[in-house]
C-alpha cells in the first residue's frame, strides 16, 4: 500500500514538470534508442552477410588459379584442366558436386542495346552447387554441353539492360565474335557480400566458352559442393593435398593455386560485423551515464525545492526510509519513463533504417529487456544520492528553509 501511494506521489510530482521532466529523461530516451538502433541494425547486418554468402552455395569450396584474388591472379600459375575437376570429383569422397568454369569480360549487344558484363563458361553442376534457381526457361541440355552449342542463360540484370521488360528467351545475344540463343533466365539473388551485383552474369556451355572465347582449355576456377554433415575443413585439406601432387608442388613449395572455405569467411564476417555491433553498442551507452546525470541533477533541484515539505513529512512522524523511497521512486519512474519512450522511438528507427540500408529487420527482445533493464538501473543509482540527501534532511533546518 505504501509503496502505491509512493508511486502516485512521484507519478504527481513529474506531471507538475512535465517539460522539466522530459527534458530530464531526454538523456536516457537518447541513450536506450541508441543502443536498440545499434544492436538491432548490427545484426540485421550480420543475418544479411550470412544470407549472402550462403546463396553462393551449400558447403562451398572455392579453388582458384594462384594464391592472390585479382585480375593477376594466375598470371604466374598454371590453370588447372579437366582432368584435375574429374580427379577431385573421383577421389575426395565427400564430394556431391564439382563445377569448372572459366569467366571474361565481354560487351553483350541486343539491337541498340550493349553492356559489358561477365560470361562464364559451366557445366549444369554450376546450378546445383551454387544454388541457382532457373526463374524461366532451362538449364543447358547434355547435347549443348558436349557439342558446345552457342546458347546461353542469362541473369536478371543482363535481362533488364538488354531486353528491358521484353522477355529473353528465344532471342540472340551477341558475344564477342558470335551470338548466342538465350535459352534460360536465372532467378534474381541481388547484391552479393562483397559488394558485387549477382546478376550480372552470362552463362554459355564450357566447352563454347573454351572454343569461342577463350581459345583454350583452361579452367581458371573449380567450386566444389561438400556432402551435408562432412567436415568442409576435411575436405579442403584433402584437396590440396590431391592438388600438390597433380600440379607437382613438393615439400616446403608453395601452392600456386587457393581453396576458400566459404563457412570461413562468413565466420570472419560475422564475427567483424558482431564486434563492430558490440562497440558501437557500448558507444551509445555511454550516453545512458549521461542522461544518469541529468536525472540526478534533477533531483538535487527538486530536493531543494521540496525542503519544507521534506521537513513537514519528517516533522510529523515519516521515517527516513520512506523519504528515500519516495525520491528513489521519482527517479526510477523517470529513467523507466526515458526507457519506454526510447524502446517505442527506437524500434520505429530501425525499421526506417533497415528498410533503407536493405537489411533485414531482426527484432531482438534481448537487448530490448536490457536495455529497458539498465535505464531502470541509472534511474536507482544516479537517484539514491539525491534520495539520501533528502531522507537525511533535519527537520528544524528544513521547516526553516524558505
Given at each position: 500500500?505504501?509503496?502505491?501511494?509512493?508511486?502516485?506521489l512521484?507519478?504527481?510530482?513529474?506531471?507538475?514538470?512535465?517539460?522539466?521532466?522530459?527534458?530530464?529523461?531526454?538523456?536516457?530516451?537518447?541513450?536506450?534508442?541508441?543502443?536498440i538502433?545499434?544492436?538491432?541494425?548490427?545484426?540485421?547486418?550480420?543475418?544479411?552477410?550470412?544470407?549472402?554468402?550462403?546463396?553462393?552455395?551449400s558447403?562451398?569450396?572455392?579453388?582458384?588459379?594462384?594464391?592472390?584474388?585479382?585480375?593477376?591472379?594466375?598470371?604466374?600459375?598454371?590453370?588447372?584442366?579437366?582432368?584435375?575437376?574429374?580427379?577431385?570429383?573421383?577421389?575426395?569422397?565427400?564430394i556431391?558436386?564439382?563445377?569448372?568454369?572459366?569467366?571474361?569480360?565481354?560487351?553483350?549487344?541486343?539491337?541498340?542495346?550493349?553492356?559489358?558484363?561477365?560470361?562464364?563458361?559451366?557445366?549444369?553442376?554450376?546450378?546445383t552447387?551454387?544454388?541457382?534457381?532457373?526463374?524461366?526457361?532451362?538449364?543447358?541440355?547434355?547435347?549443348?554441353?558436349?557439342?558446345?552449342k552457342?546458347?546461353?542463360?542469362?541473369?536478371?540484370?543482363?535481362?533488364?539492360?538488354?531486353f528491358?521488360?521484353?522477355?529473353?528467351?528465344g532471342?540472340k545475344?551477341?558475344?564477342?565474335?558470335?551470338?548466342?540463343?538465350?535459352?534460360?533466365?536465372?532467378?534474381?539473388?541481388?547484391?552479393?557480400?562483397?559488394g558485387?551485383?549477382?546478376?550480372?552474369?552470362?552463362?554459355?556451355?564450357?566447352?563454347?566458352?573454351?572454343r569461342?572465347?577463350?581459345?583454350?582449355?583452361?579452367?581458371?576456377?573449380?567450386?566444389?559442393?561438400?556432402?551435408?554433415?562432412?567436415?568442409?575443413?576435411?575436405?579442403?585439406?584433402?584437396?590440396?593435398?590431391?592438388?600438390?601432387?597433380?600440379?607437382?608442388?613438393?615439400?616446403?613449395?608453395?601452392?600456386?593455386?587457393?581453396?576458400m572455405?566459404?563457412?570461413?569467411?562468413?565466420?570472419?564476417?560475422?564475427g567483424?560485423?558482431?564486434?563492430?555491433?558490440?562497440?558501437?553498442?557500448?558507444?551509445?551507452?555511454v550516453?545512458?551515464?549521461?542522461?544518469?546525470?541529468?536525472?540526478?541533477?534533477i533531483?538535487l533541484?527538486?530536493?531543494?525545492?521540496?525542503?519544507?515539505?521534506?521537513?513537514?513529512?519528517?516533522?510529523?512522524?515519516?521515517?527516513?526510509?520512506?523519504?528515500?523511497?519516495?525520491?528513489?521512486?521519482?527517479?526510477?519512474?523517470?529513467?523507466?519513463?526515458?526507457?519506454t519512450?526510447?524502446?517505442?522511438?527506437?524500434?520505429?528507427?530501425?525499421?526506417?533504417?533497415?528498410?533503407?540500408?536493405?537489411?533485414?529487420?531482426?527484432?531482438?527482445?534481448?537487448?530490448?529487456?536490457?536495455?529497458?533493464?539498465?535505464?531502470?538501473?541509472?534511474?536507482?543509482?544516479?537517484?539514491f544520492?539525491?534520495?539520501?540527501?533528502?531522507?537525511?534532511?533535519?527537520p528544524?533546518?528544513?521547516?526553516?528553509?524558505?
Open positions: 500500500m505504501m509503496l502505491a501511494n509512493t508511486l502516485l512521484a507519478l504527481r510530482e513529474i506531471r507538475r514538470n512535465v517539460l522539466r521532466s522530459f527534458l530530464t529523461i531526454l538523456g536516457i530516451v537518447i541513450g536506450v534508442a541508441a543502443v538502433v545499434m544492436v538491432t541494425i548490427g545484426g540485421g547486418a550480420t543475418a544479411q552477410v550470412t544470407e549472402q554468402i550462403a546463396s553462393l552455395g558447403n562451398l569450396l572455392m579453388v582458384r588459379v594462384g594464391q592472390r584474388m585479382g585480375p593477376s591472379q594466375g598470371s604466374a600459375a598454371p590453370p588447372f584442366a579437366m582432368e584435375d575437376v574429374d580427379a577431385i570429383y573421383r577421389e575426395i569422397p565427400a556431391v558436386g564439382v563445377a569448372p568454369s572459366a569467366s571474361q569480360r565481354v560487351t553483350a549487344v541486343y539491337g541498340n542495346a550493349n553492356w559489358a558484363t561477365s560470361v562464364t563458361g559451366v557445366d549444369n553442376q554450376f546450378f552447387v551454387r544454388n541457382w534457381t532457373i526463374q524461366s526457361g532451362r538449364r543447358f541440355l547434355d547435347t549443348e554441353l558436349r557439342s558446345g552457342a546458347v546461353c542463360v542469362i541473369g536478371a540484370t543482363i535481362a533488364k539492360e538488354l528491358g521488360a521484353q522477355p529473353p528467351l532471342h545475344i551477341r558475344l564477342g565474335n558470335f551470338s548466342c540463343e538465350v535459352t534460360g533466365l536465372l532467378e534474381a539473388k541481388g547484391q552479393s557480400t562483397f558485387s551485383d549477382q546478376d550480372d552474369l552470362i552463362l554459355i556451355p564450357l566447352r563454347t566458352f573454351q569461342r572465347i577463350a581459345g583454350n582449355q583452361d579452367i581458371s576456377l573449380i567450386q566444389v559442393s561438400v556432402a551435408e554433415g562432412r567436415s568442409t575443413d576435411k575436405a579442403k585439406s584433402d584437396i590440396e593435398d590431391l592438388l600438390r601432387e597433380r600440379r607437382h608442388i613438393s615439400g616446403s613449395k608453395s601452392d600456386n593455386f587457393q581453396v572455405d566459404m563457412k570461413e569467411i562468413t565466420r570472419m564476417l560475422t567483424t560485423t558482431q564486434i563492430l555491433t558490440t562497440l558501437l553498442g557500448a558507444v551509445a551507452a550516453s545512458l551515464l549521461v542522461g544518469g546525470i541529468g536525472i540526478m541533477n533531483m533541484v527538486s530536493v531543494t525545492e521540496r525542503t519544507r515539505e521534506i521537513g513537514i513529512r519528517l516533522a510529523i512522524g515519516a521515517l527516513e526510509r520512506e523519504v528515500l523511497l519516495q525520491f528513489l521512486v521519482e527517479a526510477m519512474v523517470l529513467s523507466s519513463f526515458g526507457g519512450i526510447g524502446i517505442l522511438f527506437a524500434l520505429s528507427a530501425s525499421y526506417g533504417l533497415a528498410g533503407l540500408l536493405s537489411i533485414p529487420f531482426i527484432f531482438n527482445p534481448g537487448i530490448v529487456i536490457i536495455a529497458f533493464l539498465f535505464s531502470a538501473a541509472v534511474g536507482i543509482i544516479f537517484g544520492f539525491p534520495a539520501r540527501k533528502a531522507a537525511r534532511l533535519d528544524i533546518d528544513a521547516l526553516r528553509h524558505e
